[in-house]
């Protein structure tokens, strides 16, 4: 059997299973208020860009905020300051591609990969925001996001839940995937050895089990996946190479492509639960499975 049979064979499992075992995300919910919190400029439309068009097209009021200010991602080939002037522009036009303004658009600018050592100045940053807006649901990267790829994702879900804590005020959180998917079967992962097989194969189902404990709300997105793609085609940085150089890396190039097809599936994934007052966590969907 081949590694890319038994690949498409595993994807097609774990998309049946999700089927039958998630609960779609209800359209009266389309409605509700949101801010969603975004470590880098493309994490936003990545993880859940369909999801804000659908809520945009239902009247909702819905707020990005950018926690970092994008400037490492190639300042080998680029300085600094010119690459946070470029990827802000771009936050700013696929914000808007998605149906938002620029009033709907926050700019925090902590410095990019570096955003654990500035918690407490973001936790109380983020705090304002909530306080002022006080949203119904708020989206944050995935709390097991690999830390290999995701130090800012990490720091950004950790930074909100503090923020909410101060707050102390219910809300529902939804979590959405980013870096979740560099992972077999969905990237392809090079094995060189019977110790890197095993290997893979233990993340793999370990990060199988954990899509399907997790991700149990989706959101069908299949009738805006073209203005999805649109707005995440004005990360020109992230798109294409911006310059001619073959350094230049782009999210095309992660593992060959299959990385960003993940994003362009008929339905956006989220682990979703319930913050109360006083620190009190209830899951809003039934767990089935464990990895523990």
């Avoid at 493309?42 to 990005?64: F, N, P, Q, S, W």
């Avoid at 300042?75 to 009033?103: D, F, P, T, V």
């Avoid at 299949?222 to 992230?238: H, I, P, T």
Wanted: charged residues 25%; contains cysteine.
């Amino acid at each position: 059997m081949s590694n890319s049979f038994l690949k498409a064979q595993s994807r097609q499992f774990y998309r049946w299973m999700l089927r039958h075992i998630s609960n779609e995300y209800h359209e009266d919910h389309l409605r509700q208020t949101a801010v969603v919190f975004s470590p880098h400029f493309d994490d936003e439309t990545l993880g859940c860009g369909g999801t804000i068009l659908k809520k945009k097209r239902a009247g909702a009021d819905v707020k990005i905020v950018f926690m970092t200010d994008g400037g490492k991602s190639h300042r080998q080939l680029i300085s600094e300051n010119e690459l946070k002037a470029i990827r802000a522009s771009e936050g700013l036009a696929a914000s808007r591609s998605l149906g938002l303004s620029a009033c709907d658009i926050c700019f925090l600018e902590f410095e990019e990969t570096k955003l654990s050592e500035h918690l407490d100045a973001a936790t109380n940053r983020v705090t304002e925001i909530l306080l002022q807006q006080q949203p119904g649901e708020i989206f944050v990267p995935y709390y097991k996001e690999p830390s290999l790829w995701s130090e800012d994702h990490l720091a950004t879900n950790r930074i909100v839940l503090s923020a909410l804590q101060m707050c102390r005020r219910k809300t529902i959180i939804y979590e959405y995937p980013i870096w979740f998917w560099q992972y077999w079967p969905w990237a392809s992962v090079p094995i060189r050895s019977h110790r890197e097989l095993l290997r893979v194969l233990k993340k793999s189902c370990v990060s199988g089990l954990r899509l399907l404990r997790d991700f149990r709300c989706s959101v069908y997105i299949g009738d805006v996946l073209e203005l999805k793609r649109n707005a995440l085609n004005q990360y020109k940085s992230q798109m294409t190479h911006l310059i001619p150089d073959p350094r230049w890396a782009t999210l095309g190039d992660v593992s060959n492509g299959e990385f960003l097809t993940c994003f362009f599936q008929e339905h956006e994934i989220f682990r979703r639960y319930s913050v109360f007052a006083y620190h009190e966590v209830r899951e809003l969907d039934q767990y089935v499975f464990s990895d523990k």
